[in-house]
C-alpha cells in the first residue's frame, strides 16, 4: 500500500496557480510580439489564456508588469541558450564558431524574441530598466567572450585589442538582422530568404565574416 499522501488544497492551488500564470505569460508573448506593448489587449491576453482578464491583473497588477515579465523570461531564454555552450572548454576558434551559431539559432527558433525586442527598441528600453533581473544578466557571458578573446590572441589565433562589447553587438546584429528583415529582404531580392537551405547559408557566411575580423593577420 503507497504511503504517498493525495495533495492537499494548498498544494493544487498553488500549482493551478502556477500553471495560470504559465499560460497567461505564453498567451502576453504572443500578444505583445504580434501587437507590439501599445496595440496589445489585455483582454485578448485573457482570452488566449482561457483565464478571466481580472485574474491577468491579480498576478501582474498592469498590462507594463506583464510587458515586462514577458520580457525577463525572453532575456532568460537568451541567456540560459548561451549558458550551457561551455565555450571556455572549447578552442577559441571553436568556441566563436559556436557562439554565432547558438545566436543565430536562438532568434531563428524563437521568433518571439525578435518582435518583443522591436517593440522595446520602440520604446527606448524604458521597460526593461524597470528590471533588475535583466540588467545584469550578461555579465557572465561577456566575460566568458573576454576570456575567449585573450585566450585566441595567446595562441596567436586572433587579433589584439578587440572589444568584448563591439563583439557581442556585431554578431547578435548580423543573426537579428537577417531574421528580423527575411521577409522584406526576401522581396526585394527576389530570393526565399526563409527556407532551411538560405538560413543554413547565412549563418555560415555569418561565421565566416566574425572568424575574418577575429583573425590575426597571417592566419587564414
Do not use: W
Not at 505583445?32 to 497588477?61: E, K, M, P, T, W
Not at 535583466?134 to 557572465?140: D, K, W
Not at 529582404?185 to 565574416?209: C, M, N, P, W
Request: hydrophobic share 40%.
Amino acid at each position: 500500500m503507497s504511503n504517498t499522501k493525495p495533495a492537499g488544497p494548498k498544494t493544487r492551488k498553488t500549482r493551478n496557480s502556477e500553471l495560470s500564470k504559465a499560460e497567461i505569460l505564453h498567451a502576453a508573448q504572443v500578444e505583445f510580439s504580434s501587437c507590439g506593448f501599445d496595440g496589445a489587449r489585455v483582454s485578448r491576453i485573457a482570452q488566449a489564456a482561457g483565464v478571466n482578464i481580472n485574474l491577468v491583473y491579480h498576478y501582474f497588477g498592469n498590462k507594463e508588469a506583464l510587458f515586462i515579465a514577458v520580457m525577463e523570461a525572453a532575456y532568460i531564454t537568451i541567456r540560459t541558450h548561451h549558458k550551457y555552450l561551455e565555450l571556455l572548454r572549447l578552442d577559441p576558434v571553436d568556441a566563436m564558431t559556436e557562439l554565432v551559431r547558438a545566436t543565430f539559432d536562438l532568434f531563428a527558433d524563437n521568433p518571439h524574441i525578435i518582435g518583443l525586442l522591436s517593440s522595446e527598441n520602440m520604446h527606448g528600453a524604458k521597460h526593461i530598466r524597470q528590471s533588475d533581473q535583466i540588467r545584469n544578466l550578461y555579465n557572465p557571458l561577456l566575460e566568458t567572450i573576454r576570456e575567449t578573446l585573450d585566450r585566441g590572441e595567446s595562441k596567436g589565433l586572433f587579433r589584439s585589442g578587440i572589444d568584448a562589447v563591439e563583439l557581442f553587438i556585431s554578431i547578435n546584429a548580423e543573426c537579428y538582422f537577417y531574421l528580423s528583415n527575411q521577409h522584406t529582404l526576401g522581396f526585394i531580392l527576389h530570393r526565399d530568404l526563409t527556407s532551411a537551405e538560405s538560413r543554413a547559408r547565412r549563418k555560415d557566411h555569418v561565421v565566416d565574416v566574425i572568424l575574418s575580423f577575429l583573425r590575426a593577420h597571417g592566419n587564414s
